[in-house]
């Protein structure tokens, strides 16, 4: 049975291994009926071992008038142990059973009952605030087991091993009769306290050999007349024969006789337990133990529920005669805080907006190197290797980057050898991620504008950049993009790409974790708090971008959409500024000169 740490508690020797099945529990509503309905709830349950031994705990138990005490000493010594604790595992706790293990008798071995569905404990879908939770509440759990128990706190050893269980839970009531009368303006004196308990141990001796025991709680009320209410929880894994309807309430009656004379419970009565709050060990039940155990994690949790978007795309190299740290003082005055972690990528980035539909919108990262005075790029395109390399496509694509090349000479005011298109391509993944920040200046957020600046995002800018700095150093970031509106004022959207080729999905909580530890420890004046995950943009399914080359030909360029795209751009001393009401005409002729210069 394979077995696996959930939990690196602290001080510790103590071993929590897993092993996730189904628990069901079962709250029995009595209807007027032949039988009992039940209600079937996912739980959980794991075990504790003490090193003491169970017969030690027998003696100061036979003076205790609570039955259960005499009936599980371990148990309701556990019980007492968690009375004080105050945690939510605490109040999920249902019941306790005791084993025998052949060869351990000197040691203690409890199994332990939550009403915490399995699929709440499994590592693989943990967040990290539940992890915390959980840790913080086994060992509070285990410092109070310890106390109580009187042993050392590297001595109790807890074990979770969750099994298919079913349990049932009724309540029980009746009344106090002495010669057949009701006992009206009477006490419970000690006397008949003791006689209650000796009726209800011989009960459960007799029930507990087809329903196992887990859990007992014995309320005696004293209000007009003499009533007890017992509280029961069952243990019936396995069990194939119906809860038949006043079954529990027959069992006391089968053993009067036995057990009572003059006074005695009568008149036996069981009710729905629809607020089992008084059973033994639960404060607050939960009927549906998938709700959520640790509430303080809620806002965390759903963050793991923002969707993942992968996209399959491809990356390949490119070589420029460029040193990046002669363009990080140009980068200084660009708004894109990608312009200053990695300049000559959002340079590169800036020069493929070419007139041409088939590559512009398929460059979707960048990532540089510096090799001594030279700069190696990684481009990534949203296009399939497939068709990147097939055979249909090789006339068009050459073309293509050869047009895309030269753009990039120019820009870069390069000698026709200074840029170089390798020709080595990879398929890649990438994984989109959009995290939402509120803009603070001096640890307070700034209300006085109502909307984003120019200013404001130059202000912002190091911050941003340091992030990415710190950030990439264990993840690939390969994209930023600032998509704010003016709808939030001075909320900054940012939809981030990582390359996660080779690994698994990056988890999107420990992002956004690290950019909130990164701003609680930088010394700026602006930065991001109350930063969350968003659910990304879709990544597209990538298309052959060579679908319309007509017989292996590229199509004309699209000069329109040139010029609503990108309306300033600067070759070499030359400023040439595109008017949107231009004919296409006039802008081929002017596009022409630029690319003869």
Not at 447 to 459: A, M, T
Request: with cysteine; glycine share 2%; proline share 5%.
């Amino acid at each position: 049975m394979p077995t696996f740490d959930l939990l690196n508690l602290r001080k510790t020797e103590m071993t929590l291994q897993f092993v996730v099945k189904t628990i069901q529990l079962l709250i029995l509503i009595t209807l007027h009926s032949q039988y009992v309905h039940a209600e079937q709830i996912t739980g959980s349950m794991f075990r504790i071992q003490l090193p003491i031994s169970p017969n030690s705990l027998k003696p100061e138990s036979m003076n205790n008038m609570d039955p259960y005490a005499e009936w599980n000493p371990a148990c309701y010594k556990f019980h007492e142990a968690t009375t004080n604790m105050s945690n939510d595992i605490k109040n999920r706790l249902v019941g306790c059973a005791s084993e025998d293990i052949q060869g351990r008798e000197e040691s203690t071995h409890l199994k332990i009952y939550l009403a915490i569905s399995p699929n709440q404990l499994r590592p693989d879908q943990q967040v990290p605030c539940l992890n915390d939770a959980y840790q913080k509440a086994f060992d509070a759990l285990k410092e109070a087991v310890s106390l109580h128990f009187k042993v050392h706190f590297e001595q109790v050893q807890i074990f979770l091993e969750f099994k298919e269980v079913q349990l049932q839970a009724q309540r029980i009531t009746s009344l106090a009769m002495e010669d057949n009368q009701m006992l009206f303006d009477s006490t419970w004196t000690d006397e008949r306290k003791l006689k209650v308990k000796v009726f209800l141990l011989s009960w459960m001796r007799s029930i507990n050999n087809r329903f196992p025991l887990i859990s007992m709680k014995v309320e005696l009320m004293d209000i007009s007349r003499l009533d007890c209410k017992v509280d029961v929880w069952f243990d019936v894994t396995g069990k194939t024969d119906e809860a038949l309807y006043y079954l529990f309430a027959s069992s006391m009656k089968e053993i009067l006789p036995i057990s009572q004379k003059t006074f005695g419970l009568k008149r036996f009565s069981e009710k729905t337990p629809d607020y089992v709050a008084q059973c033994v060990f639960l404060v607050h039940f939960v009927k549906d133990p998938d709700a959520l155990v640790f509430e303080e994690c809620a806002a965390e949790l759903e963050q793991y529920n923002i969707p993942v978007e992968i996209m399959t795309g491809s990356a390949f190299e490119v070589h420029l005669d460029v040193d990046e740290n002669d363009w990080d003082l140009r980068a200084k005055s660009h708004v894109n805080p990608f312009s200053g972690w990695r300049p000559i990528c959002d340079w590169f980035m800036n020069a493929t907006a070419l007139p041409y539909e088939l590559i512009s919108e398929k460059v979707i990262g960048c990532r540089s190197n510096r090799t001594g005075t030279k700069t190696q790029l990684t481009v990534y395109l949203a296009v399939p290797l497939a068709d990147l390399t097939a055979k249909r496509n090789i006339r068009c694509k050459k073309d293509l980057f050869t047009q895309w090349e030269k753009t990039v000479r120019i820009q870069f005011k390069l000698q026709p050898d200074g840029v170089q298109f390798t020709e080595q391509y990879r398929e890649v993944q990438v994984q989109a991620i959009t995290i939402v920040g509120e803009l603070t200046r001096n640890g307070g957020k700034d209300l006085s504008q109502d909307k984003w600046s120019d200013k404001e995002k130059l202000v912002l800018k190091p911050f941003l950049v340091h992030w990415m700095k710190s950030i990439d150093k264990q993840y690939k970031l390969v994209s930023f993009k600032d998509v704010s509106d003016d709808l939030d004022p001075l909320v900054l959207e940012m939809d981030l790409l990582f390359d996660i080729t080779g690994q698994d999905n990056l988890n999107l909580v420990n992002i956004v974790r690290h950019l909130t530890s990164t701003a609680s420890s930088y010394q700026g004046s602006s930065k991001l708090t109350s930063c969350r995950p968003d659910t990304p943009a879709v990544l597209e399914t990538p298309e052959d971008p060579f679908v319309d080359c007509v017989d292996g030909q590229l199509p004309l360029p699209n000069y329109s959409r040139f010029v609503s795209q990108r309306s300033v751009f600067y070759f070499d001393e030359v400023h040439i500024e595109f008017s949107k009401k231009v004919k296409s005409s006039a802008l081929s002729v002017t596009f022409v000169c630029i690319n003869v210069m």
